[in-house]
T-cell receptor
Framework: KAGVTQTPRYLIKTRGQQVTLSCSPI?????VSWYQQTPGQGLQFLFE???????NKGNFPGRFSGRQFSNSRSEMNVSTLELGDSALYLC?????????????FGPGTRLTVT | GEDVEQSLFLSVREGDSSVINCTYT??????LYWYKQEPGAGLQLLTY?????DMKQDQRLTVLLNKKDKHLSLRIADTQTGDSAIYFC????????????FGTGTRLTVIP
């Protein structure tokens, strides 16, 4: 089985721009969660999508949004980028109720905002 | 709210056992996880334990859970240089959702 894939792996953007990141979960998994990892704040939960619906949301501003498609692929969007948005963005794939509690992470997208 | 704490650094000699500790505050946690992160990589799921278990063993890995003290540990037997990485513990609260709360991570350095 292929693992979780994330594209692109690296991005450089300028303050004020917007960015879209993509995550393809493991085949058969219907839950995708997004996390932000920074040296200062560590790993923080952004949101979770299950069957195209946002099921849970972390404490991030509305500039951070996401969606999930019928094939379970998910995208997250960050608008009006700030320097502090520079981070590694990770997505996690889970069977979520139809299987075990395992959550598998992708390699991440490294976003640099200049 | 949920708070997960880990010590920041651990150094061990190759061949010794490593023990990485974690404390958490949410007594209603359902599952507790250990992840490994190597430089420039994502998180690799090592193992997890259900909150009503005391111990779980998986090859060189042993997880111990003391639910009364809200203490979780990961023991790595016969530690190898390839085990050098950052190790995160994470808890999944009993809210019916999949969000995980992570500790700060413990950087394990294995000395040859």
């Amino acid at each position: 089985k292929a693992g979780v894939t994330q594209t692109p792996r690296y991005l450089i953007k300028t303050r004020g721009q917007q960015v879209t990141l993509s995550c393809s979960p493991i085949s058969g998994h219907r839950s995708v969660s997004w996390y932000q990892q920074t040296p200062g704040q560590g790993l923080q939960f952004l949101f979770e999508y299950f069957s195209e619906t946002q099921r849970n949301k972390g404490n991030f501003p509305g500039r951070f949004s996401g969606r999930q498609f019928s094939n379970s692929r998910s995208e997250m969007n960050v608008s009006t980028l700030e320097l502090g948005d520079s981070a590694l963005y990770l997505c996690a794939s889970s069977a979520a109720g139809t299987g075990g509690p395992e959550q598998y992470f992708g390699p991440g997208t490294r976003l640099t905002v200049t | 709210g949920e708070d997960v704490e880990q010590s920041l650094f651990l150094s061990v000699r190759e061949g010794d056992s490593s023990v990485i500790n974690c404390t958490y505050t949410d007594s209603s946690s359902t599952y507790l996880y250990w992840y490994k992160q190597e430089p420039g990589a994502g998180l690799q799921l090592l193992t997890y334990i259900f909150s009503n278990m005391d111990m779980k063993q998986d090859q060189r890995l042993t997880v111990l859970l003391n639910k009364k003290d809200k203490h979780l540990s990961l023991r790595i037997a016969d530690t190898q240089t390839g085990d050098s990485a950052i190790y995160f513990c994470a808890e999944r609260p009993q809210t019916g959702a999949n969000n995980l709360f992570f500790g700060t991570g413990t950087r394990l350095t294995v000395i040859p």
